[in-house]
Nanobody
Framework: QLQLVESGGNLVQSGGSLRLSCAAS????????MAWIRQGPGQDLEGISC????????IYTDSVKGRFTMFRDNAKNTVYLQMNSLRIEDSAVYYC???????????????????????WGNGTLVTVAR
C-alpha cells in the first residue's frame, strides 16, 4: 500500500518561500499521477498542481501559476512543491495525493473530494503571516 508523508510546512512571512516534500513508501511514485491539494479553514479542497506519472504534463491552478513549482526526485521517491512569493491567502493545510489513473489531469486538477485520488498524506500546515 502506497503511503505518503508530507513535510516542510511552517510559518512564513508574506513574500517568503517554502518547499514542501511528499515522501512515498510502499510504491514507486513514477507509477502514479501526483497532486498537491490544499484546504484552508472552512474551505473546500483546492487542487494546486497535478503531474502525470512521467512528469511530462503538469497543471497549476491559476492562483499559483508562476509562483509554485511541482517537481519529482524519483531517486528519492519524493515529490516537492516549491512555493515562492507566498501570500496570506496561501495559508492552508497542504496535502499530496497519488493515483494510478490520470483522470484528475483530464479534470484540470479540480478536486471534488478525497475520493478523486486513491492515496493521501496527512497534510502539512502552511501559515503565511503579514
Amino acid at each position: 500500500q502506497l503511503q505518503l508523508v508530507e513535510s516542510g510546512g511552517n510559518l512564513v512571512q508574506s513574500g517568503g518561500s517554502l518547499r514542501l516534500s511528499c515522501a512515498a513508501s510502499g510504491g514507486t511514485l513514477d507509477d502514479y499521477t501526483m497532486a498537491w491539494i490544499r484546504q484552508g479553514p472552512g474551505q473546500d479542497l483546492e487542487g494546486i498542481s497535478c503531474s502525470s506519472s512521467n512528469g511530462g504534463s503538469t497543471i497549476y491552478t491559476d492562483s499559483v501559476k508562476g509562483r509554485f513549482t511541482m517537481f519529482r526526485d524519483n531517486a528519492k521517491n519524493t515529490v516537492y512543491l516549491q512555493m515562492n512569493s507566498l501570500r496570506i491567502e496561501d495559508s492552508a493545510v497542504y496535502y499530496c495525493a497519488a493515483d494510478r489513473s490520470e483522470e484528475i489531469l483530464f479534470r484540470s486538477c479540480v478536486f471534488r473530494n478525497t475520493d478523486d485520488m486513491d492515496h493521501w498524506g496527512n497534510g502539512t500546515l502552511v501559515t503565511v503571516a503579514r
